[in-house]
Nanobody, 115 residues
Framework: QVQLVESGGGLVQAGGSLRLSCAHS????????MGWYRQAPGKQRELVAR???????DYADSVKGRFTISRDNAKKTVYLQMNSLKPEDTAVYYC?????????WGQGTQVTVSS
């Protein structure tokens, strides 16, 4: 059974930083595009950032220049470094793995940014 386990969320003041981690149990890791999504109360889940096996990245306009996604294949972990956090970044952040044939979600980690 594939598991994606997020960690690193919490409460931070505006302007602060957090690093989220997603440890997974995917056996064919390099087949998957790994991503971070977020969902704020009353809003739809949205893509934050994603990274291919070749380390190509894609970001939502709202986080460009502030967030960085990376992956450590040896540790089977994906990271989301979040800097210059804003109150509007408050959401539950989810890790996602997509191979085009199958996809998996983590349970989510709460990020709260106070003003």
């Amino acid at each position: 059974q594939v598991q994606l386990v997020e960690s690193g969320g919490g409460l931070v003041q505006a302007g602060g930083s957090l690093r989220l981690s997603c440890a997974h149990s995917l056996s064919r890791y390099r087949d998957y595009v790994m991503g971070w999504y977020r969902q704020a109360p009353g809003k739809q889940r949205e893509l934050v950032a994603r990274i291919t096996s070749g380390s190509s990245t894609d970001y939502a306009d709202s986080v460009k220049g502030r967030f960085t996604i990376s992956r450590d294949n040896a540790k089977k972990t994906v990271y989301l470094q979040m800097n210059s956090l804003k109150p509007e970044d408050t959401a539950v952040y989810y890790c996602h793995a997509n191979s085009g044939y199958s996809n998996y979600w983590g349970q989510g980690t709460q990020v709260t940014v106070s003003s």
